[in-house]
């Protein structure tokens, strides 16, 4: 069975502090990991990240797949009340009966305070 | 931009009653899916489609069924509503397998 586990479950920090989030995966035929942003309605697409493209940046986020490790990392650097949100993983399996379904992490709660 | 839709935001059904969440996305993608979301449990799936009047089970179908007439349309229902079916419901659609996919507001479901 696939299984995605994110940590932190929650985490709390200040504006200006920087966050290190983490998602971990056992598939069975791994084909890439996506990040989400969920606020307080649909998770919003973040990054993307497969055997060719092991890190991706935009602004002060960033994301790094280990695939020897199985896991993934979020940063995100200078926090902002605004990076207040659910964060969640979510790995894409090639092969099997799984093909093309995601499979999400329980999620990061991240809580920004000024 | 991609734009999927969901008919409702927030919905009070009783016990028993039958329930339709309607998902509407307008870019042309393939595949559609339908995730209910619990704390502590991320998104779990619930079935998905990868072409009209196509449907697969997901990781908890038990208790849901699905319809896919129209290819910008997945349909979820639930036969006979119980407690342990309150959630949110997202429904998310992806041009094609492996890529990104893209959610819906959700629907706030509470049975009772």
């Known amino acids: 069975e696939d299984k995605v586990v994110q940590s932190p479950l929650s985490l709390v920090v200040h504006e200006g502090d920087t966050v290190t989030l983490n998602c971990s995966y056992e598939v069975t035929n791994f084909r890439s990991l996506l990040w989400y942003k969920q606020e307080k309605k649909a998770p919003t697409f973040l990054f993307m990240l497969?055997?060719?493209?092991i890190e991706k940046k935009s602004g002060r986020l960033s994301s790094i797949l280990d695939k020897k490790e199985l896991s993934s990392i979020l940063n995100i650097t200078a926090t902002q009340t605004g990076d207040s949100a659910i964060y969640l993983c979510a790995v894409n399996n090639a092969g099997g009966t799984s093909y093309g379904k995601l499979t999400f992490g329980q999620g990061t709660i991240l809580t920004v305070h000024p | 931009d991609v734009k999927v839709t969901q008919s409702s935001r927030y919905l009070v059904k009783r016990t028993g009653e039958k329930v339709f969440l309607e998902c509407v996305q307008d870019m042309d993608h393939e595949n559609m899916f339908w995730y209910r979301q619990d704390p502590g449990l991320g998104l779990r799936l619930i079935y998905f489609?990868?072409?009209?009047?196509?449907?697969e089970k997901g990781d908890i179908p038990e208790g849901y069924s699905v319809s896919r007439e129209k290819k910008e349309r997945f349909s979820l229902i639930l036969e006979s509503a119980s407690t342990n079916q309150t959630s949110m419901y997202l429904c998310?659609?992806?041009?094609?397998?492996?890529?990104?996919?893209?959610f819906g507001p959700g629907t706030r479901l509470t049975v009772t």
């Open positions: 497969t055997s060719s493209g």
């Open positions: 998310a659609s992806s041009l094609r397998w492996g890529n990104e996919q893209y």
């Open positions: 489609s990868y072409d009209v009047k196509m449907k």
